[in-house]
């Protein structure tokens, strides 16, 4: 299982329920990279997609702990409910979208995190943890920084070295 986010200088990922940026290098990037793989997220982060709806040509696996149902996305109503569903996909196809619980509650069981990191303050309201500090996470790869949409960006890639069963 991965992780993909886009974070700014002080990790912070989100604020009133939406992107921090609109960087269009980032949204091919991610889009490169889930294209026809299993999406799982939240509830507020499919609530914030275009219209609410899933991301196409993509697996969307939503955790809907109030028992929603829709009929356009896999819905899940608990963390049982979800590693059942995950067992039927091969776990180098699943990437965790967000929201920022989520992340959080998903982040021990990712062998990697595909990290954004823009050279920007966002004045987040929510944060992604800073893997930078954290002994279990080291970043194996740092992209040239580039520009998009008026902010500096570079990709980065951190491998988890202890992975939890999920």
């Known amino acids: ?5 886009a974070v700014d200088k002080k990790w912070g990922i989100g604020k009133r329920n939406g992107l921090l940026f609109s960087l269009p290098l980032d949204m091919r990037f991610f ?3 889930t294209l026809n793989k299993v999406v799982v997220m939240g509830s507020n982060t499919l609530k914030s997609f275009p219209n609410g709806k899933p991301l196409k040509d993509r697996i969307n696996i939503v955790l809907f702990p109030d ?4 009929d356009d996305c896999i819905v899940v109503g608990s963390m049982e409910e979800l590693k059942q569903e995950l067992l039927k996909y091969d776990t180098n196809d699943v990437f965790i979208i967000g929201g920022a619980m989520f992340y959080k509650t998903m982040l021990s069981y990712c062998s990697e995190i595909f990290v954004t990191k823009v050279d920007a303050d966002g004045e987040a309201e929510v944060f992604y943890e800073n893997l930078d500090n954290r002994p279990d996470f080291i970043c ?3 992209s040239e920084e580039t520009e998009t949409n008026g902010y500096k960006i570079r990709f980065t890639i951190y491998k988890n070295l202890d992975v939890k069963k999920f």
């Open 1 to 5: 299982m991965k992780s993909i986010v």
């Open 140 to 142: 194996i790869y740092e």
């Open 67 to 70: 028992g929603e149902k829709r």
């Open 31 to 33: 889009k490169e990279k």
